[in-house]
């Protein structure tokens, strides 16, 4: 299955933050989780992708063509969602869409007027006078309307109620179902990938920490739980991350197998959510 | 290109709505001094393109239209190319409806003579001028954004005025010069003085060289200016 999206040492620097040798692929046909505390770059990321950043060095291509010197036939086959969606407020979701869909060339009206109505968004509504979670709704029935091959969503999640985002993950998850479609949705809020994801990218302070498989992460993390004796230098450095109390600690390991042969018997060991592995590799860092 | 211009219209087409509607019932002030009848229309067009960034700038949809598969130099030369249209509407409007005044409603309070308007140094003059704001405008827009681009705008539009009554000044009083830049007959009626003052440089050049060289002028100056908004707008970020 060919790469939809390959990033090879992609470097972007603020000054004060700094996107570091970054490097990832998604294969067509899947949906890749972007998970990183706030300020980790993901949205670096997503809007280095749609140009809308310069990248200071590293490779970005999408369809097997480059974002910048091929940006309009790169684009025109993405659909996204930004963090905050920003469209004229004074515009009813009927005009908005007349300012967006000749852009496309495979935008399908039938298609937006049916997510409008399956979201429960009237097309005659004022944009400002939608709920965050309808304006997010209203972008993501955008970003879908024109046939999108790849979709890109930065925290497309973050202010829904739990009810349309188990609704939207369905979509996501019903979107990649012919095999030829992409998803990269970055977020927080790691239960969701759990749900749908089929690759994860772990980003922090702008580096890559893993990006792999989903079974894959949930196969080889771990968390240890055990006495504090058996914290001797060398389990120490085996640890990615610690939480260490007056009784015992708990820690995080990216090698399962090795943790079983490690501590059978004298410690238990669980599989780690992608939200400990975000806790313990944000907060834990071998110091807590 | 157009698609960004239906967007402009979708946009802000309130106002054209509420222009429209002014000008029907003859609320647009029926100046007196011809040129700044004309002076309104482009007026008009500025405001026209002011609300429309000011809309964008507001709602920050510019992140969301720079998202779409779009390349930044065709929505620089867009906003360019929807001035030129703007002047162009502007002008045929403002002879349409001074027309309409004098020849129709006959009110003679509000009769405007538009002769010398409709003339080679009043369409030049009106064109030049709307052509010159766009040229020094949209570099700081692009470069800058709206709030700190119109302000840099204004004071160098400021200093480029007082640079031109310090040499009105400097060229009447000081030098004792008269003629067409003469202060009082300028400051009497500043559009016919204008008029004057290009109609000087037409009668020296003669009417092809005079068309020629200004066409040749307003594109080069157009030229170098969206060279560098494209430039500055492509290294944006948002």
Not at chain 1, 157 to 183: C, H, M, N
Not at chain 1, 198 to 216: C, L, P, Q, W
Not at chain 2, 52 to 63: A, I, Q
Request: aromatic share 14%.
């Amino acid at each position: 299955m060919p790469n939809v999206l390959e990033i090879e040492n992609l470097n972007k620097n603020y000054g004060d933050f700094r996107l570091k040798d970054v490097s990832f692929a998604l294969p067509q046909g899947y949906i890749m989780g972007l998970i990183g505390p706030n300020g980790a770059g993901k949205t670096t990321i997503i809007k280095l992708i749609l140009n809308l950043l310069r990248r200071d060095g590293g490779n970005i291509t999408v369809f097997g063509l480059d974002n910048v010197n091929d940006e309009v036939a790169v684009k025109s086959r993405i659909g996204f969602v930004h963090d905050t969606p920003f469209f004229y407020e004074s515009l009813t979701l009927k005009s908005l869409k007349a300012t967006v869909a000749p852009f496309y060339k495979d935008w399908d009206d039938e298609l937006f007027y049916r997510l409008l109505r399956e979201f429960d968004l009237p097309a005659g509504k004022l944009f400002r006078k939608l709920s965050r979670g309808m304006k997010m709704k209203f972008a993501l029935a955008v970003a879908l309307s024109h046939h999108a091959d790849f979709v890109i969503l930065d925290e497309p999640t973050s202010g829904l109620d739990p009810v349309f985002r188990r609704e939207l993950l369905a979509k996501l998850s019903a979107l990649i179902q012919d095999e030829k479609k992409s998803v990269l949705f970055s977020t927080h809020i790691t239960s969701d990938l759990e749900r749908i994801a089929d690759y994860i990218t772990f980003i922090h302070n702008g580096r890559i920490v893993f990006s792999s498989a989903r079974d894959e992460v949930l196969e080889k993390w771990a968390v240890v739980k055990a006495g504090n004796e058996l914290l001797n230098d060398d389990n120490w450095k085996f640890f990615k991350g610690i939480r260490k109390r007056e009784f015992g600690f708990e820690a995080l390991t990216s090698d399962a197998a090795e943790a079983r042969r490690r501590f059978a018997g004298k410690a238990v060991i669980e599989k780690a959510s992608l939200e400990d592995i975000m806790y313990y590799m944000t907060r834990g860092g071998n110091r807590a | 290109m157009l698609k960004l211009w239906a967007k402009d219209f979708v946009v802000s087409r309130w106002l054209w709505l509420l222009i429209l509607g002014a000008d029907i019932l003859y609320l647009r002030p029926p100046f007196s001094q011809e040129l700044a009848f004309m002076i309104s229309g482009i007026g008009l067009v500025l405001v026209w393109v002011f609300v429309t960034l000011f809309l964008e700038d507001r709602y920050k949809t510019e992140v969301f239209y720079a998202s779409l598969p779009l390349k930044r130099s065709t929505i620089v030369l867009a906003r360019y190319v929807l001035v030129g249209f703007l002047a162009l509407v502007s002008a045929a409007w403002t002879f349409v409806h001074g027309y309409l005044l004098n020849s129709v409603v006959k009110l003679r309070f509000i009769r405007i003579d538009l002769r010398s308007l409709f003339s080679v140094e009043g369409i030049a003059g009106y064109f030049f001028f709307a052509a010159f704001l766009a040229a020094l405008f949209f570099p700081f827009y692009f470069k800058l954004g709206l709030g700190l681009g119109a302000l840099i705008f204004a004071v160098v539009c400021l200093a480029l005025g007082s640079l031109f009554f310090v040499f009105q000044f400097l060229a009447t009083e000081a030098l004792h010069l008269t003629g067409p830049l003469s202060m009082p007959e300028f400051l009497k009626d500043p559009g016919l003085g204008i008029l004057r003052a290009i109609g000087g440089i037409k009668a020296s050049l003669g009417v092809p060289l005079f068309i020629g060289a200004l066409i040749v002028f307003m594109a080069g100056m157009l030229f170098i200016s969206i060279r560098l908004s494209i430039r500055v707008y492509e290294k944006r970020e948002f």
